[in-house]
């Protein structure tokens, strides 16, 4: 019995050898600065928290994290490949806080997820790529939001002003409350508004 636990031990100690690294999931923390937006351009899922630190750590294949980069420009955390025409993506994932968030852009493919309550002053959603958005509770003045591309927004809010337009291929799914809502609906895909408790909305195209 003590052989075969060698052999099989042996065994797992070799496929962990063998396996390339490229192909092994990694963990890296990122050196970025100050920022209040975020726009993805490449392929990963965006999980977001709101702390009083500025942080990202990427995880996911060796592969893609090594062809990612993550910066501060101006102040925005951009997230895109060193290099143009990368095949084969998989996914990665983006864990990300900051005190702050004023927009939210993805123009690559990818989800933005935040999980627990943000307490914002102003914020807008852009998707021109495609993706989803899930905000389980969000407190804010005004929100916008906008599907240019392809992709569906699920946002439960306590807010003074909601925008919402849909130009893409996508749906908008509103709950919580608001004192006034304005919605438009230019492209394929619906607005639902029927959890929103808000006594002034205002809708403009057709579906509603």
């Given at each position: 019995?003590?052989?075969?636990?060698?052999?099989?031990?042996?065994?797992?100690?070799?496929?962990?050898?063998?396996?390339?690294?490229?192909?092994?999931?990694?963990?890296?923390?990122?050196?970025?600065?100050?920022?209040?937006?975020?726009?993805?351009?490449?392929?990963?899922?965006?999980?977001?928290?709101?702390?009083?630190?500025?942080?990202?750590?990427?995880?996911?294949?060796?592969?893609?994290?090594?062809?990612?980069?993550?910066?501060?420009?101006?102040?925005?955390?951009?997230?895109?490949?060193?290099?143009?025409?990368?095949?084969?993506?998989?996914?990665?994932?983006?864990?990300?806080?900051?005190?702050?968030?004023?927009?939210?852009?993805?123009?690559?493919?990818?989800?933005?997820?935040?999980?627990?309550?943000?307490?914002?002053?102003?914020?807008?959603?852009?998707?021109?790529?495609?993706?989803?958005?899930?905000?389980?509770?969000?407190?804010?003045?005004?929100?916008?939001?906008?599907?240019?591309?392809?992709?569906?927004?699920?946002?439960?809010?306590?807010?003074?002003?909601?925008?919402?337009?849909?130009?893409?291929?996508?749906?908008?799914?509103?709950?919580?409350?608001?004192?006034r809502a304005s919605l438009k609906r230019d492209g394929v895909g619906r607005i639902n508004h029927k959890g929103l408790k808000c006594p002034d909305?205002?809708?403009?195209?057709?579906?509603?």
């Amino acid at each position: 019995m003590t052989k075969n636990i060698f052999i099989t031990a042996v065994a797992v100690l070799l496929s962990v050898a063998l396996c390339p690294l490229w192909a092994q999931n990694v963990s890296e923390d990122c050196k970025i600065g100050e920022f209040s937006a975020i726009n993805l351009r490449s392929v990963g899922n965006i999980i977001f928290t709101q702390s009083d630190t500025y942080s990202c750590r990427m995880e996911g294949p060796f592969e893609y994290v090594d062809k990612t980069k993550v910066t501060v420009k101006g102040e925005t955390l951009v997230i895109e490949y060193k290099q143009k025409n990368v095949k084969n993506v998989k996914n990665l994932t983006f864990y990300i806080t900051a005190p702050d968030l004023k927009n939210v852009k993805i123009d690559g493919v990818g989800n933005f997820n935040a999980k627990e309550t943000l307490k914002l002053k102003n914020i807008t959603f852009k998707f021109d790529g495609v993706g989803n958005c899930e905000v389980k509770k969000l407190h804010c003045d005004e929100l916008e939001l906008m599907v240019d591309g392809v992709g569906n927004m699920n946002v439960n809010v306590n807010c003074n002003t909601v925008k919402a337009k849909v130009d893409g291929v996508g749906n908008i799914t509103l709950s919580g409350k608001a004192d006034r809502a304005s919605l438009k609906r230019d492209g394929v895909g619906r607005i639902n508004h029927k959890g929103l408790k808000c006594p002034d909305v205002s809708t403009k195209g057709w579906g509603f």
